[in-house]
């Protein structure tokens, strides 16, 4: 089974309104970590926002929040307000504590977001 | 202050030579990342360098893979014989010493190699 599933490879949003990207995640370790990065055409990543397993409230940075569902074990990035240069691939990606120390993290095959007048 | 700097941006070669691509991190960070990204797919884990420790390569494809990284600073991945299927982004990344609040990756603009 994918580890970290993003069912849209494609959004359009207009700008001013609200998105929803989708992440659903799959993992036996109790302990975990949620991340959203953004990789615009430049090619660089881009960290967004993070999201622990043990966190009881949702990460807010920003624009961004993430909305941790975790019985449902979903994961979604929440942009208010799109702007133009948030057009970009986003990637939702993880981190098992059992995979050892560091940042190993699994990645989603992501979302190509473009925001339009 | 100076990012994660990655050269060259953009490598052709033909199958069967060996490339080698570089990796310079964030001063004073120490762990270091390679990721490989091929087209219309996520982030794929290479190796992790933290420090001194012995490196985890649990994410190296084939014995035709290679990294090293020399005076816990910059890092060299090297693809002997390469592949058409080697044809991908190749990005690094590093983190000061583990966060364990957030662990964000900082990310360089990675290598684009291309096998022909």
């Known amino acids: 089974a994918q580890k970290i599933t993003q069912t849209q490879p494609g959004m359009f949003v207009q700008e001013k309104e609200a998105v929803t990207l989708d992440c659903t995640y799959d993992t036996s370790d109790p302990s975990y970590g949620l991340f959203w990065y953004k990789q615009p055409s430049s090619g660089e990543m881009i960290f967004l926002i993070y999201q622990g397993s043990y966190d009881q409230q949702n990460a807010t940075e920003g624009r961004y929040s993430l909305n941790f569902q975790k019985a449902r074990k979903s994961a979604n990035l929440v942009i208010s307000a799109s702007q133009l240069g948030d057009s970009a691939m986003y990637f939702c990606a993880m981190r098992e504590a059992f995979t050892g120390g560091g940042n190993k993290l699994t990645f989603g095959t992501g979302t190509q977001l473009k925001v339009e007048l | 202050g100076a990012g994660v700097s990655q050269s060259p941006s953009n490598k052709v070669t033909e199958k069967g030579k060996d490339v080698e691509l570089r990796c310079d991190p964030i001063?004073?960070?120490?762990?270091l990342y390679w990721y490989r990204q091929s087209l219309g797919q996520g982030l794929e884990f290479l190796i992790y360098?933290?420090?001194?420790?012995?490196?985890?390569k649990s994410g190296l494809p084939s014995d035709r893979f290679s990294a090293e990284r020399t005076g816990g600073s910059v890092s060299t991945l090297t693809i002997q014989r390469t592949q058409q299927e080697d044809s991908a982004v190749y990005l690094c990344?590093?983190?000061?010493?583990?966060?364990?609040?957030?662990?964000?990756?900082?990310f360089g603009e990675g290598s684009r190699l291309t096998v022909l």
């Open positions: 360098f933290q420090g001194n420790s012995a490196p985890d």
């Open positions: 001063s004073g960070h120490t762990a």
């Open positions: 990344a590093s983190t000061p010493l583990f966060d364990a609040n957030t662990g964000e990756l900082f």
